[in-house]
């Protein structure tokens, strides 16, 4: 299983970013996909899920209503719109993967199989 997270840069706080994630190896219908990130110094943590169909989408509180996820089963692609953004989102994003059943979304670290390299998303104030 590969998955190729791409997408980050530098922004000044207010812009946006699109992350994408591209899957291969695994039977992405079948899979929920997750954003976590990671700053300097700190743990990794949830940003944001979807089911396998998309109509499930948790998402942390500190991103809620800026941050969208969203997901293209044709294309095995999982996206991570980032509007608003905050010197805190400051932090290396990675998209993970995990098979599940029916609407299944995981949103513990602990919970996903595979992850991907992780893309820098750097927000200057």
């Known amino acids: 299983v590969q998955l190729q997270a791409s997408g980050g840069g530098l922004v000044q706080a207010g812009g946006s970013l699109r992350l994408s994630c591209a899957a291969s190896g695994l039977t992405f219908s079948r899979a929920a996909m997750g954003w976590f990130r990671q700053a300097p110094g700190k743990e990794r943590e949830f940003v944001a899920a979807?089911?396998?169909?998309?109509?499930?989408?948790p998402y942390s509180d500190s991103v809620k209503g800026r941050f969208t996820i969203s997901r293209d089963n044709a294309k095995k692609e999982v996206y991570l719109q980032m509007n608003s953004l905050k010197p805190e989102d400051t932090a290396v994003y990675y998209c993970a993967a995990k098979s599940v059943i029916l609407t299944h979304t995981p949103i513990g670290i602990d919970e996903y199989a595979y992850w991907g390299q992780g893309t820098q998303v750097t927000v200057s104030s």
């Open positions: 979807i089911s396998r169909s998309g109509s499930n989408t």
